[in-house]
């Protein structure tokens, strides 16, 4: 069964450092690895997804196969970054969409 | 993207009733999922709502506790029966077309507090 970890529960850095978000997952198969964050008081929602290669608000992830990670980072963070941070992985296969299995979360503050 | 409605927003209701959510999306979906947000805690998937027959439940959760309909491709309900405090928790409706890449997305979620 899959299974996704976010080692940290919470994260806190100052406005201008560079944050890293962590992200380890275990699946037998070739997964979709997702990001999604939730502000205080917002619908959680897609920041950004493997498959798209993207930067979203800065953010960038890369899947490592190899190490069976999906961290994400932003080299300068924002005050307006601090949210709550969940990595989320569906099942990679044709045919129909699967669930998302979701990490535990991450509360990144960053401090002004 | 699909936009999620959900209502109610919150609820607070009393120990061994039962209270239907609904969940209505802007655009037909494959799919749509129900979670449960408990406090503190990440996101547990409880069934996949399918259209037209029985909902797909995840371990650990049981058709008579959280009857589920989805009646067409936009629209579901998760009932949550016999209310306990344990129950109290913040409720999602998610929705995905099918095919890969294709994200999901969230409702704003029910509040429930059973008292």
């Known amino acids: 069964a899959q299974r996704v970890t976010q080692p940290e529960k919470l994260l806190s850095v100052f406005k201008g450092a560079p944050v890293e978000l962590k992200c380890n997952y275990s699946?037998?198969?070739?997964?979709?690895l997702f990001w999604y964050v939730q502000y205080s008081r917002q619908r959680l929602q897609l920041l950004l997804r493997h498959i798209s290669r993207e930067s979203i608000k800065g953010f960038t992830a890369d899947l490592n196969k190899g190490e069976t990670s999906f961290h994400l980072k932003k080299p300068f963070a924002q005050e307006e970054d601090s949210a709550m941070y969940y990595c989320?992985?569906?099942?990679?296969?044709?045919?129909?969409?699967?669930?998302?299995?979701f990490g535990s979360g991450t509360q990144l503050t960053v401090l002004p | 993207s699909a936009v999620i409605s959900q209502k109610p927003s919150r609820d607070i209701c009393q120990r061994g009733t039962s209270l239907t959510i609904q969940c209505q999306v802007d655009?037909?979906?494959?799919?749509m999922f129900w979670y449960r947000q408990q406090p503190g805690q990440s996101l547990t998937l409880i069934a996949t709502?399918?259209?037209?027959?029985?909902?797909?439940?995840e371990s650990g959760f049981v058709i008579d506790k959280f009857p589920i309909s989805r009646p067409n491709l936009t629209f579901s309900t998760l009932t949550v029966s016999n209310m306990s405090p344990e129950d109290s928790s913040i409720y999602l409706c998610?929705?995905?077309?099918?095919?890969?890449?294709?994200?999901?997305?969230f409702g704003d979620g029910t509040r429930l507090s059973i008292l």
């Open positions: 699946y037998s198969g070739s997964p979709e």
């Open positions: 989320a992985l569906k099942e990679r296969s044709s045919g129909s969409a699967r669930q998302l299995t």
């Open positions: 709502a399918n259209q037209g027959s029985e909902a797909t439940y």
């Open positions: 998610s929705a995905a077309d099918g095919g890969l890449g294709r994200p999901q997305h």
């Open positions: 655009s037909q979906v494959t799919m």
